[in-house]
């Protein structure tokens, strides 16, 4: 007994604190099983019992995309640099929306699983991340309706010209989905002990949409704001989204180069956040 | 090597009382200030045990202190203690749920928890789903329930309704869905808290058996709590007294059964003098003293139900020759009367020679034995009386004595549920063939 208790192997060492960057990367790989399920759980559960199923995912853009026509383009006539009003609101609609709800929900990940989380042990990061995959799920729908619609603009002769950058597509997805989960976890993390915050966070959203080019072009934008909105992120990320597909605008580099930096940072940051709450949120939510 | 599987030194964990910070911004970053100088937390007072009957001086109490034990592989350990000892917080740091303020957990292999039974169930999703998907938040991959896909549905027996919602499964249906899930991981620690209170009887002891079998058969660990000592002196080979958060003992489970009954101590136990809250008084004589004794282990109010509770009730006499009887009453925890009995020769098992006798002044103490295997495990209280031979001028003293009745795991060996009835006397039973 003397000898071995120095020697012998442990598989786990439950202890009151981590290093900060310990983020148990792998753990969350072997329960990647798990969030698969709940991602399925999430779209199983959320047309369960309607007749239209995953259809309903294609309503609230269609209403939203022709409400911002009829807003921004008929009434306020902001410039959509030349791209079908609709189309243009539609792509900034459905990027938008995959952005501002996985911030969202998974701001209040620690509050809405609190009851989970207090039963039993899986990487908590399983958990946002099931929300942002499930998510992506809702944006690839949403997304097969912008590309609809694109190819009945491109048929009817509009002055659209997907171009290179469409090949950026993937990484302007990826980094929305960082920094929105990024985001949701710094939030959310904050939030257990604070809940001042989430007051902020549903109309914060919100206001963050006007602050971001959605329903205007950057470059219709007045010269002395233009650099406080590219100072979003999500600024480089929707222009660059929407030049790949229409063509139209300008593609900004620089603005994506800061997108990318921007995003991993933040969730970087998130990730650590959240992982030091993780330990001990159950003893104060 | 040893057999060493779970390993816990100086394992702590304190808890903040009320509001869930120090109450002040200030005081809060005070406390983040000093520790991130790595120093402790100036607003956790170590010393002071977590006793929730009495008010504390600090608002933070230890759920958790300094417990330090070695589990070996293939044990059933049972962890007991009253409400509030810290066993559900030691399933917690155990099951990785929360974090342990100090000290450190060191485990072989994986560990499962049953903490709730269901947990993550989505009642929109059909049986077959939530298999999975609690499975997999138990910490399954998805390969080892398809594996036992067949087994966990055939131990829940819900073949039938598999791919109908839970939310339309009985309440009786869910709960056994949930612990055959649980029941069938491959983690060499199973820790499961007290979920065995649901479910009917039958169910009961299937899982107990499943219990049974994972440690004893697969030679894995589990860890149990329960207040159902039944069900841990039949299933745990060893177990764990928990009291204020401290480690008491940690022995064969029938010596922590015993110890744990012995230390119970919200029941009274003895009253004497003035103390004794008395409802009418006799002119001819008063209550001097009641207590209950056990015959090992002195004045107690907790009896396993294999132990003689002796009832000794001392008594003054007022006035010489006076004819003055004791009697008692036993009550249930509702106040029921269960049984009356007095000292008088035809209802007493032995002669009391002093009955019926004209006593002279002075102090007697009469005693009363109830025999073990008599009473049920539940809690009673008992009424003293003084009756002078007229009837007249009753000296009452109404449920000056309260004690518990617990479970030491006899007359168990055959069936682990609930109890029926106020007393629990053990009978002639023999059956012929007509």
């Known amino acids: 007994m003397s000898l071995d208790t120095t020697q012998e192997k442990w598989d786990l060492e439950i202890k009151p604190q981590s290093t900060l960057f310990d983020l148990h990367l792998k753990d969350v790989w072997n329960y990647r099983d798990l969030l698969w399920l709940l991602v399925r759980r999430d779209f199983v559960s959320f047309y369960k019992q ?143 002990k604070y809940r001042d915050l989430t007051f902020l966070v549903t109309f914060g959203v919100q206001l963050l949409m006007y602050a971001t080019p959605i329903i205007y072009p950057l470059s219709s934008a007045p010269e002395k704001y233009r650099t406080i909105i590219a100072f979003n992120p999500l600024s480089g990320l929707i222009e660059t989204f929407r030049y790949g597909f229409l063509g139209t605008g300008e593609f900004y580099p620089l603005a994506l180069a800061y997108s990318v930096v921007a995003s991993l940072v933040i969730f970087l940051l998130g990730l650590i956040v959240f992982n030091k709450v993780e330990r001990n949120f159950v003893d104060t939510i | 090597m040893s057999n060493t599987i779970i390993r816990v030194e100086n394992l702590s964990k304190a808890y903040q009382l009320g509001e869930f910070s120090t109450g002040t911004l200030s005081r809060d970053i005070s406390r983040k200030w000093a520790m991130m100088r790595g120093k402790e937390d100036p607003y956790l007072k170590i010393g002071e045990t977590n006793d929730r009957t009495s ?70 999703l059909t049986g077959k789903e939530n298999i999975f998907l609690n499975g997999a938040i138990l910490g399954m991959r998805k390969a080892e329930i398809k594996k036992h896909f067949d087994a966990i549905v055939e131990f829940a027996g819900v073949e039938r309704y598999i791919d109908t919602p839970v939310k339309r499964y009985s309440s009786g249906m869910y709960v056994r869905l949930a612990f055959a899930v649980a029941a069938h991981l491959e983690s060499e620690i199973l820790i499961v808290d007290e979920v065995l209170a649901v479910g009917d009887a039958e169910f009961q002891k299937k899982c107990l058996g499943k219990m049974n079998d994972v440690s004893k058969k697969e030679g894995r660990t589990v860890l149990f709590v329960s207040h159902n000592m039944a069900s841990i002196s039949n299933l745990c080979t060893k177990s764990i007294l928990l009291k204020h958060g401290m480690l008491q003992d940690f022995d064969e489970t029938g010596v922590i059964i015993d110890r744990y009954i012995r230390s119970g101590k919200e029941n009274q136990a003895q009253v004497m003098g003035d103390a004794i809250n008395v409802n009418k008084t006799c002119s001819r004589a008063n209550f001097e003293a009641l207590r209950m004794v056990s015959g090992t282990r002195g004045i107690t109010s907790n009896f396993g139900i294999n132990e003689e509770i002796s009832i000794e009730f001392e008594y003054e006499i007022l006035e010489d020759n006076a004819k003055v009887y004791p009697s008692i009453h036993l009550l249930d925890s509702m106040g029921t009367c269960i049984l009356s009995t007095f000292n008088g020769p035809s209802a007493s098992l032995v002669f009391d020679e002093y009955f019926g006798k004209p006593l002279k002044r002075g102090i007697y103490k009469s005693v009363c034995k109830i025999p073990p295997y008599f009473l049920n495990t539940k809690n009673y209280s008992i009424s003293a009386f003084l009756v002078p031979e007229s009837m007249d001028d009753l000296g009452i003293a109404e449920q000056v004595l309260s004690f518990a009745v617990e479970e030491t795991g006899e007359m168990r060996k055959e069936y682990t549920g609930e109890w029926w009835g106020l007393i629990r006397p053990m009978l002639a039973w023999k059956t012929d063939k007509l």
């Open chain 1, 50 to 192: 309607t007749i239209f199923g995953p259809l309903w995912f294609f309503i609230q853009p269609i209403f939203t995309t022709v409400i911002f026509t009829f807003i921004f383009s008929n009434l306020a006539k902001i410039s959509t640099e030349g791209a079908p009003p609709a189309l243009f609101y539609m792509a900034g609609n459905v990027a938008w929306n995959y952005f501002s709800d996985g911030l969202n929900k998974t701001s209040t990940v620690f509050r809405d699983n609190a009851n989970i989380f207090g039963k039993v042990y899986f990487p908590r990061l399983i958990m946002p991340l099931s929300i942002i995959f499930s998510n992506l799920v809702k944006f690839g729908i949403q997304f097969l309706l912008f590309l609809l619609l694109l190819a009945y603009y491109m048929f009817t002769g509009f002055n659209i010209h997907p171009n290179w950058c469409i090949l950026l597509f993937p990484i302007v997805i990826i980094l929305m989905a960082i920094l929105g989960l990024g985001l949701g976890l710094i939030i959310t993390a904050m939030t257990t």
């Open chain 2, 55 to 124: 008010q504390g001086v600090s608002d933070i109490v230890w759920s958790l202190k300094d417990l330090s034990f070695d589990i070996e592989q293939g044990d059933a350990i049972g962890i007991i203690g009253r409400n509030g000892a810290g066993k559900s917080t030691l399933l917690k740091v155990l099951s990785r749920v929360t974090t342990p303020t100090t000290g450190s957990i060191k485990v072989k292999g994986r560990i499962a928890s049953l903490l709730e039974v269901g947990t993550g169930f989505h009642p929109e």
